[in-house]
């Protein structure tokens, strides 16, 4: 099956997002690798730990299937931080699967993933897509084409699933958007 990049803030990335979702893509024999600002130990805003494998300014796209942005507070670290927004850019050209969840879809409005996409994020967040150009979607789940976007932590297993049908060499890129789980 395919390899997909999990990229977390080093502090304060949500949970579930992390951990839920990490467990749909491992459950249909998808490889999953941590990746942060830096390799080592990050921590869930809820107290669980992760091991970031490595680090975002060494990945190189090719490696992997999908690039998935895991939200929480911590996420905003990335906001400004042109190896994540590069990142993302760089695995949508070259036709990855890309996705974020809750306040990370500003990563791919940042990175220009989401212009004239549908996609949606945690509702603080929501004018930041616009501004992007995204079209808001609504809360849930969103897929527009091999973009997929969530708007938060009780949408992780439907993120989850939704990243797995991306991911099914069978998948359609076209644009319409999968209805929310």
């Given at each position: 099956?395919?390899?997909?990049?999990?990229?977390?803030?080093?502090?304060?990335f949500?949970?579930?997002?992390?951990?839920?979702?990490?467990?749909e893509?491992?459950?249909?024999?998808?490889t999953?690798?941590?990746?942060?600002?830096?390799?080592?130990?990050?921590t869930?805003?809820r107290?669980?730990?992760?091991?970031?494998?490595?680090?975002?300014?060494?990945?190189d796209?090719?490696?992997?299937?999908?690039?998935?942005?895991?939200?929480?507070?911590?996420?905003?670290?990335?906001?400004?931080?042109?190896?994540?927004?590069?990142?993302?850019?760089?695995?949508?050209?070259?036709?990855?699967?890309?996705?974020?969840?809750?306040?990370?879809?500003?990563?791919?409005?940042?990175?220009?993933?989401l212009h004239?996409?549908?996609?949606?994020?945690?509702?603080?967040?929501?004018?930041?897509?616009?501004?992007g150009?995204?079209?808001?979607?609504?809360?849930?789940?969103?897929?527009?084409?091999?973009?997929?976007t969530?708007?938060?932590?009780?949408?992780?297993?439907?993120?989850?699933k939704?990243?797995?049908?991306?991911?099914?060499?069978?998948?359609?890129?076209?644009?319409?958007?999968s209805?929310s789980n």
């Amino acid at each position: 099956m395919g390899r997909a990049l999990l990229v977390v803030a080093p502090r304060d990335f949500r949970d579930e997002e992390l951990f839920d979702t990490k467990a749909e893509l491992e459950h249909a024999g998808h490889t999953c690798v941590i990746a942060s600002h830096t390799i080592g130990r990050c921590t869930g805003i809820r107290g669980r730990t992760t091991r970031a494998e490595i680090a975002i300014d060494e990945v190189d796209v090719g490696d992997y299937d999908a690039v998935v942005f895991v939200g929480g507070p911590g996420a905003r670290v990335f906001f400004s931080d042109a190896a994540a927004t590069t990142l993302a850019r760089a695995a949508y050209d070259a036709g990855k699967v890309v996705g974020a969840i809750c306040i990370a879809p500003v990563i791919l409005a940042l990175a220009g993933v989401l212009h004239e996409r549908r996609a949606t994020a945690f509702p603080s967040d929501i004018a930041e897509l616009r501004y992007g150009g995204a079209r808001y979607a609504g809360p849930g789940v969103t897929s527009d084409g091999k973009v997929i976007t969530a708007s938060g932590p009780e949408h992780a297993v439907a993120f989850g699933k939704a990243l797995v049908r991306a991911l099914q060499p069978s998948a359609s890129a076209s644009t319409s958007p999968s209805p929310s789980n």
